[in-house]
């Protein structure tokens, strides 16, 4: 009895001794924060707060830094999203700008820089295409881009429904403004199949006048501002006249884009005047997840929509909804109006958007009108969007950020594994060895992080020693002016076994790392190796955190075989075909005679492979298995 009472006043010391550390860091913890939140200015700027970890979670900006940040610490009530943001704050820092605008940007800038886990994201930010006409030109062309500059005039941007091709189409078709960027020279050259097909003037033959082409050039800024009558009566009296003259496939193409302009013409708003360029903003929210829903309108049409699901952010809703704003117009064009039902900041947008664009964009919240019903027609959409998508939105939640969570908690990690490295090399019998790095974070794939690799220094195939390459040339980056493009990853996951962790080990303890978590994941049995255990971890399957494992995994895979091709492929052929087995000279040559390239004979199937004379069944199959283990 005495031995248990023992050992269970000894079990209760040292529970009281980390329960008083704990005390102790907590309450000088914020005794700190106290007095930093003394020293704060009360100039314009930037708030970074930060966890136990020193991970930024959340970004703000303020007009009065002291103001704003010290009214996190209040004692009053809070949202649940922002107390239980406060919960988690170890620290903070700030940096001062020049005015709130200033502040404004440079909060965009460390969102997408840090990617905080309290702030509104924007993660899927594809931008839109936009007709182009190269007005500087002397005969201007015509192009699709998605990148905005101030050296022509853009149309746009086309959402859906119709495409840039169609309606390019259509203005060579009818105004035969040229498509192409060849160079218009003084010596003519000869005129292409457009010019014979009646789809372009043919100014590089000097078949035209520039009086002429300009006229012509007029018509199509015309018919891209909405001005569909002219294009749509020429089509018909060219489908009229092919029909006549019973070239019946041609006039079907004409009587397509006929079609395709009458598209246009039911998107025409007949209210909104022609000259007005407007994007209609609706938020709505149910306190865990939100949907903002956009209309876009250019010259009186509507372009499309789109919805975003977002996860509620940490900041007030007009902040949030700001931010958000911020971070979509770093990418996409700027209208003349902002509609929207929304509260925020006017005048500093405003201010935001005369910085951008030089130009003044008016933010509108209408009462009645065209822009009510727009407005309205967002709003529904952003509700119907969100009741249909909450499940969508928390199962994503599921396979991401919980699922990181929980491989913490399944594998005994020392952090959460934020940022995710995995790393896989590629050869076949040695021979151009590639590795590649890709990048998560918070369970998400970050392609722009993603890195690749040659290997310089390892001869043969040594999986183990070019493994051990990639990870010295990567991790010796932490610490120096790089690590800013290279962040320090929170876990690092290698393809393979025990043997590559135990390689990668070495250069851990080799660089004395001791603050990244380092786990290996075996294909075959989908078995999860650590430094801590001796034994395997076995994640059951179906579980999300196994799931996030093995796409991070596969993703890994995929990024070092596609650059393994790449650079194959471009090998001599020759010197390729000189690894496989069996091939010689007299093959080598009648393989390059019958398919002429390497691209050809990947292809090929082992029937295929035999027509090249001295190739026999056996021969075609090695070859075949060759290629397909590429």
Same mark, same amino acid.
């Given at each position: 009895m005495s031995t248990v009472r023992a050992k269970f006043f000894a079990s209760l010391c040292e529970f009281l001794e980390i329960l008083g550390r704990f005390v102790y860091n907590k309450v000088m913890g914020e005794s700190v924060l106290r007095e930093k939140l003394k020293l704060l200015p009360g100039d314009p700027g930037v708030y970074l707060m930060l966890d136990g970890e020193g991970t930024v979670i959340y970004v703000g900006k303020a007009r009065v830094l002291k103001n704003r940040v010290r009214q996190y610490f209040h004692s009053s009530p809070k949202p649940v999203k922002v107390q239980a943001m406060i919960d988690n704050i170890a620290d903070f820092s700030y940096i001062v700008a020049p005015s709130e605008v200033d502040a404004l940007a440079l909060e965009n800038n460390l969102i997408k820089k840090y990617k905080p886990k309290y702030n509104i994201?924007?993660?899927d930010d594809k931008t839109y295409p936009y007709i182009k006409v190269h007005t500087g030109e002397k005969f201007p062309h015509l192009s699709v881009t998605r990148r905005i500059k101030k050296d022509g005039r853009y149309f746009g941007p086309f959402m859906g429904g119709v495409s840039c091709k169609d309606i390019l189409d259509v203005a060579a078709k009818v105004y035969g403004v040229r498509l192409c960027n060849t160079a218009v020279a003084e010596k003519p050259k000869k005129p292409c199949l457009n010019y014979h097909l009646q789809r372009c003037l043919a100014p590089c033959a000097h078949l035209c006048t520039q009086e002429e082409y300009a006229q012509r050039v007029e018509k199509v800024l015309s018919f891209l501002s909405g001005n569909y009558e002219e294009a749509e009566r020429l089509l018909k009296e060219k489908m009229a006249l092919f029909a006549e003259n019973e070239e019946f496939e041609l006039a079907m193409e004409y009587r397509d884009r006929i079609g395709m302009l009458k598209k246009l013409q039911l998107k025409r708003i007949t209210a909104m005047p022609k000259d007005v360029d407007a994007d209609i903003w609706a938020l709505r929210t149910n306190g865990l997840y939100s949907v903002i829903s956009v209309l876009v309108t250019r010259k009186g049409i509507m372009q499309g929509s789109r919805n975003f699901p $977002?996860? !509620? %952010?940490? @900041?007030?809703? %007009?902040?949030?909804?700001?931010?958000?704003?911020?971070?979509?117009? /770093?990418?996409?064009? $700027?209208?003349?109006?902002?509609? !929207? @039902? &929304?509260?925020f900041d006017d005048a500093l947008l405003a201010d935001y958007a005369h910085e951008k664009v030089g130009r003044k964009v008016e933010i509108v919240r209408p009462k009645f009108g065209v822009r009510r019903e727009l407005l309205t027609m967002a709003e529904e959409n952003a509700a119907e969007f969100l009741e249909k998508s909450v499940s969508a939105i928390a199962h994503k939640n599921d396979m991401t950020k919980s699922a990181c969570a929980r491989l913490q908690t399944i594998l005994g990690l020392s952090r959460y594994p934020k940022r995710m490295e995995c790393y896989d090399i590629s050869d076949?019998? @040695?021979?151009?060895? *590639?590795?590649? #790095?890709?990048?998560f974070t918070d369970g998400e794939a970050d392609k722009y992080a993603y890195r690749r690799?040659?290997?310089r220094t390892v001869e043969g195939a040594d999986d183990f020693a070019s #493994?051990? &390459?990639?990870? +010295?040339? +990567? $991790? *010796?980056k932490l610490g120096t002016d790089e690590e800013e493009r290279f962040p320090k990853p929170q876990l690092i996951v290698l393809d393979g076994g025990k043997g590559q962790l135990s390689a990668v080990k070495e250069i851990f303890d080799e660089l004395e790392i001791t603050d990244i978590d380092l786990i290996a994941l075996a294909k075959q049995e989908e078995e999860v190796f650590t430094l801590a255990k001796g034994e395997s971890i076995r994640i059951p399957r179906g579980d999300y955190a196994l799931g996030t494992l093995q796409r991070i995994r596969d993703e890994a895979h995929r990024f070092a075989i596609t650059y393994f091709r790449n650079i194959h492929s471009k090998r001599n052929l020759s010197s390729v075909l000189e690894e496989i087995e069996g091939v010689g000279k007299q093959k080598r040559l009648a393989?390059?005679?019958?398919? %002429? /390239?390497?691209?050809?004979?990947?292809k090929a199937s082992e029937k295929e492979l035999q027509q090249a004379e001295g190739v026999g069944p056996e021969l075609a199959k090695r070859i075949r298995k060759y290629f397909e283990e590429l």
């Open positions: 994201l924007l993660k $977002l996860e !509620t %952010g940490a @900041g007030e809703e %007009g902040e949030d909804f700001l931010s958000f704003l911020i971070q979509y117009y /770093t990418n996409h064009e $700027l209208p003349h109006e902002i509609v !929207t @039902g &929304e509260e076949i019998s @040695g021979v151009d060895k *590639v590795g590649s #790095m890709v990048v690799f040659r290997i #493994m051990q &390459e990639v990870l +010295r040339r +990567r $991790l *010796v393989l390059q005679e019958k398919f %002429g /390239t390497i691209d050809r004979i990947m």
